[in-house]
């Protein structure tokens, strides 16, 4: 199992459902390139360099397929293109309320934005706690020599605005898998969480009608695939993998079953017809 992070967030941000899924199986948490710990990166990418890096360092670090990829927010996106680019090397993918068509996002190009936070973060980092207060509610519970590097990191501007580039190239990125290759058939789990979240200058009567919006686009896009479910809680919130990471976990698990299943049916019938 591999997870792909949201935008401006690192591998190690999903580490509790880590510890989940790796009673079960091999996984596996990266930082892609320019976030986290990963090399620093100059510009734009397209889908096709970003999940070919990832398809390198797994072959890289010999982590053999098939995979059942976990994507969150903007890594919804990239893991779809990761399947698309890869179709035969991926069994299964679960996303974690995603970037998905029918659901707004950032203008590209918004400088003026970007430049604005990225000085307000120079001047003073610790306004990220003001902006993320459940993100930090959760790093905090985490053991002092992960918790303390991981939000060093994210409070360091130089990394912060590779996040921040990362939601201007949400558009390129998502136009880039709309418009490419068929997705494999293989089971897709859809996970939106309906819980309003805490957004600096928007009410919570703009977040319910941003929250129908992405019920609605994430239905569209489940039955839009042969194997597609969807799974709607209304208990979290687009931080689903902190809130219940239980639930990732078991549509993980249920993937697994489902692949477990069939080839012991294949496995059975095959000894049957040599008899």
Request: net charge negative.
């Amino acid at each position: 199992m591999v997870i792909e992070a949201g935008a401006g967030a690192f591998g190690l941000d999903y580490l509790n459902l880590f510890e989940l899924c790796a009673k079960r199986t091999t996984c596996v948490l990266y930082d892609r390139a320019g976030s986290g710990w990963s090399d620093p990166l100059q510009g734009p990418r397209g889908v096709r360099e970003i999940v070919t890096d990832l398809h390198d360092a797994l072959g890289k670090a010999f982590i053999e397929g098939p995979y059942l990829l976990v994507g969150h927010s903007l890594g919804g996106l990239l893991v779809r293109a990761f399947a698309q680019h890869f179709p035969d090397e991926v069994v299964g993918l679960v996303l974690i309320d995603p970037s998905a068509e029918g659901i707004p996002l950032p203008e590209e190009g918004d400088e003026a934005v970007v430049q604005a936070m990225l000085s307000e973060l120079r001047r003073n980092p610790d306004i990220a706690r003001e902006w993320y207060p459940t993100l930090f509610a959760e790093w905090e519970k985490l053991p002092a020599q992960i918790r303390d590097p991981l939000i060093a990191r994210h409070l360091d501007p130089d990394h912060a605005i590779v996040g921040l580039r990362d939601m201007q190239n949400a558009r390129r990125i998502q136009e880039e898998v709309t418009n490419g290759p068929r997705l494999p058939d293989v089971p897709i789990t859809v996970l939106t969480g309906m819980q309003i979240d805490p957004m600096p200058g928007a009410s919570d009567e703009d977040q319910h009608t941003f929250n129908q919006m992405k019920l609605k686009a994430h239905a569209a896009f489940v039955s839009s695939v042969p194997q597609g479910e969807h799974r709607v809680l209304q208990d979290a919130g687009h931080l689903f993998y902190t809130q219940r990471p239980d639930v990732v976990a078991q549509a993980v698990f249920d993937i697994l079953n489902r692949r477990a299943s069939r080839r012991s049916s294949i496995s059975v019938s095959t000894n049957c017809s040599t008899m």
